[in-house]
């Protein structure tokens, strides 16, 4: 075997690799080149690494509003109301996650990140947690803008930089969200 290899690009390669940020690479480089409602790779790719686990009536509804927004600027409101217009479901993970891939800067709705930034989904009807996640929503933006003001979201991005230089390029949101990702 030869010996003569990069253990630092080794150990950047499999981080990024159990991190996803292969898969999240390829979902932001394609979003805006494919029509996402028919690229069957591009969703097989963003179901599996956003754990898209939905019914194809529902996938149909997803990915075809997905096609029409991505050239627009939507809000997580429009988004979020969308769906559950179409569906009857309250998905704010899945909203976020199409905001995020169109806009790179806005926070991605995951169940370890909202529990990391002590936020919860509440309300006992379908119309309160819509309302309730427009709110949780509008604070987890709150909180990344005033968390990259400081001095730990600069040790965190410069760290995240240092041990994964391929991945300098995405936005610094993905690189805490990525971080917040791997607290559990």
């Known amino acids: 075997m030869d010996m003569n290899f990069d253990v630092t ?11 996803g940020l292969d898969k999240y690479q390829y979902i932001m480089e394609q979003v805006g080149k494919t029509d996402v409602s028919q690229d069957a790779d591009f969703q097989r790719t963003f179901n599996g690494f956003y754990v898209v686990r939905r019914n194809e009536a529902w996938r149909k509804v997803y990915y075809e509003y997905f096609e029409r927004v991505k050239t627009r600027t939507p809000t997580f409101e429009e988004i979020l109301t969308h769906m559950y217009k179409c569906t009857g479901n309250v998905e704010p993970s899945f909203s976020s996650k199409m905001l995020a891939s169109i806009f790179p800067e806005k926070p991605i709705w995951d169940k370890y990140v909202v529990q990391n930034l002590n ?6 009807t379908q119309e309160e947690k819509l309302r309730n996640a427009i709110s949780v929503y509008a604070k987890m933006e709150t909180w990344y803008a005033d968390f990259l003001k400081t001095d730990k979201a600069a040790e965190c991005i410069a760290a995240f ?5 391929d991945y300098k390029h995405i936005s610094s949101i993905k690189k805490i969200d990525s971080i917040l990702w791997s607290i559990r």
């Open 9 to 19: 690009k080794v150990f950047q390669d499999r981080l990024a690799e159990s991190m």
């Open 161 to 165: 930089d240092r041990v994964m230089p």
């Open 119 to 124: 936020l919860q989904l509440i309300g006992t």
